[in-house]
């Protein structure tokens, strides 16, 4: 049993499942692997999907360079399957969606506070894994996408050393604009666009990637990411402006720049400028206000696993996500408790958690299930959840994230500078 082509997909009435198995494993719902090509980037090829798969859903769709971690957000993607970007639970010999789960389950999944205000699993995140840099690109605030029925797209990044064997070929992120910048500099350059290089990133900086570290990207930011694999949780919505005509001598098109702006602005080039916040792009601190270095949950490292937050801090005043890197040594065990559920990977390494399998896989077929990615709901969370390692040499290496407001004890921004751990 370990192909989704050998499990039956139920669409409805999956509560009894879920909660039968919740209870078989102490809050645990095992997670097949999500996979989600993009048409207009070239693979990486560090997700550990088998290089005859990188384009399994077809060359016209272009080649996977993302694999979504529990999510129950559709992919914008133009001729996408029905289920592109939506996780599935794994349960004997069937599977359904994420998304079905949290829609029967509700609260007992995500928690009473979470589905009270959002009603879904309002955050993912993702490995986006590229070979080169992409287009200088922002995502639209809530604001901005409800003018298209969409949600806005906060997110953050970390660059997981297991994931960063190689940089490949720009491991360097352009991000805002240098001070100084002025709108008439930006609107000249949407007025070039079909000159070639619109010329764009001679506005801008960029900030050479550092593996193990990572970053905070408000809505409304223009970020050119750069080549390092990236472990990205976010708000769950896939909108963005792509503000770079080409990239590596690779056309990008109009449609990309106005795809989540109101049909009658597509060529308003005011409101496009406008779309950008300007005091953060051209913020002299943006460094200071936006880079994050993991932070020691505590120095439990004389227990045998050290827990270390990896994405902290706030977007305009409100906590949308955090995630955690759990490391724990041959042999040991790790008892954690958190406040909220989360979805989890494992980026290294061979043990259990709460005695089902988890371990990190050498290569994975398209089709193939994994034992390396589970969801934990909020009681699973709050009661304990053990990772046990059961290698005598590795370490086990563990990314979780999580939703909305449940950390209120997290760093704020900027808080590595004075880890008394370090």
Not at 212 to 224: F, R, V
Not at 240 to 246: D, E, K, R, V
Request: proline share 7%; with cysteine.
């Amino acid at each position: 049993m370990n192909s989704v082509l050998n499990l039956k997909t139920v669409k409805n009435k999956v509560a009894k499942t879920v909660e039968a198995e919740l209870q078989r494993t102490g809050g645990l719902l095992r997670l097949a692997p999500c996979w989600v090509p993009r048409s207009f980037l070239q693979p990486g090829k560090r997700l550990k999907l088998h290089p005859d798969d990188l384009y399994a859903y077809g060359l016209n769709r272009g080649g996977i360079d993302e694999r979504w971690f529990a999510s129950t957000t559709p992919a914008a993607n133009e001729g996408r399957v029905p289920d592109e970007g939506l996780s599935y639970v794994v349960v004997g010999k069937q599977r359904f969606t994420l998304q079905q789960a949290v829609a029967e389950c509700g609260a007992t999944l995500i928690g009473s506070k979470i589905w009270g205000k959002y009603k879904k699993w309002p955050v993912y995140s993702k490995f986006f894994d590229n070979m080169g840099p992409i287009p200088h690109h922002m995502h639209q605030s809530a604001r901005q996408a409800a003018l298209v029925g969409q949600e806005g797209k906060p997110e953050s990044y970390y660059f997981p050393p297991q994931h960063n064997n190689v940089g490949n070929n720009f491991p360097y992120t352009f991000m805002g604009f240098e001070p100084g910048t002025t709108k008439a500099q930006v609107r000249k350059c949407l007025e070039n666009w079909n000159k070639g290089d619109n010329g764009i990133l001679d506005l801008s900086k960029a900030y050479r990637l550092k593996v193990g570290t990572g970053w905070l990207i408000d809505p409304c930011i223009l970020h050119a990411p750069g080549s390092l694999c990236t472990y990205e949780p976010q708000w769950g919505s896939d909108v963005f402006g792509m503000y770079q005509s080409l990239v590596e001598g690779r056309e990008v098109p109009w449609s990309l720049l106005v795809k989540d702006m109101p049909k009658k602005h597509h060529k308003d080039l005011d409101f496009i400028v406008e779309q950008l916040d300007w005091d953060k792009n051209v913020d002299p601190k943006f460094k200071d206000h936006h880079y994050l270095e993991p932070v020691p949950v505590a120095d439990t490292r004389k227990e045998g696993f050290v827990d270390r937050w990896i994405v902290y801090g706030k977007v305009d005043g409100e906590q949308l996500f955090t995630a955690k890197e759990l490391t724990v040594d041959p042999g040991a065990k790790a008892t954690l408790t958190d406040k909220g559920a989360y979805g989890l990977i494992c980026v290294q390494g061979l043990g259990k958690i709460n005695g089902e399998a988890l371990n990190s896989p050498k290569l994975i077929r398209f089709h193939e299930l994994t034992e390396d990615e589970y969801f934990v709901t909020e009681d699973g969370a709050k009661a304990g959840v053990t990772f046990e390692n059961t290698s005598e040499t590795e370490p086990l290496v563990i990314l979780r994230y999580f939703g909305p407001e449940v950390n209120p004890d997290a760093p704020a921004m900027g808080a590595y500078r004075k880890n008394k751990f370090n």
